[in-house]
């Protein structure tokens, strides 16, 4: 199986993830923001190209391509609905849309991996999305215990541990995707 631009393109996701995380993290500097904003903008169109170049090759990161989009439009729609039920469901529906990326991201570069003998990696791959399964579920559940004014305690300590588990998964997926450019 020909798999030269799922290589390229998973490359490309995990530079993109990168260059987001240092921007995100520069974003809270005075006079860098500014940079860190359009960085991280360009890291995310090359995150796009990226995950289009590999759905070349493979089906489900075609599928996970047209999700990110979808997550894109919904994301407009969410920041004009603002805050309230309505903003909380349409955060809740993108949380969702994110989840699905990944895991199909996951999935078929993992079955794509058995295909190649390297069963190391898949089961990595596997182990990500199992991981960024529970994440994204305790953030939808923190989200709506934030809306409880009694709950809204323990929202805050769940988002802690949330964030810490969110750092791991996002760690996960980026060794997968530098395993996985380096496998196929």
């Known amino acids: 199986m020909e798999t030269i631009y799922a290589s390229k393109g998973l490359k490309k996701m995990f530079i993109a993830q990168i260059g987001g995380t240092v921007c995100i993290v520069l974003a809270v500097l ?34 996970a391509f047209m999700l990110t989009i979808a997550n894109m439009a919904l994301s407009v729609v969410s920041g004009i609905a603002g805050t309230g039920v309505i903003g909380l469901l349409l955060s809740i529906g993108g949380m969702v849309l994110q989840f699905l990326v990944t895991y199909f991201v996951c999935t078929s570069v993992a079955e794509t991996l058995r295909r190649t003998g390297s069963e190391e990696i898949a089961k990595s791959g596997d182990l990500v999305w199992k ?20 709950l809204g305690v323990l929202a805050v300590v769940g988002s802690f541990v949330v964030t810490i588990a969110e750092l791991v998964a996002a760690i996960l997926y980026l060794i997968f995707l530098y395993k996985s450019s380096a496998a196929l």
Do not use: H
Not at 34 to 58: D, K, M, P, Q, T
Not at 132 to 139: E, G
């Open 131 to 150: 991981v960024n399964l529970i994440c994204y579920l305790a953030s939808i559940l923190i989200s709506v215990l934030a809306l409880v004014p009694v």
């Open 30 to 63: 005075p006079l860098i923001n500014i940079v860190a904003v359009i960085a991280a903008l360009a890291f995310s169109i090359l995150s796009i190209v990226g995950l289009y170049e590999a759905g070349r090759n493979i089906d489900g990161c075609k599928t």
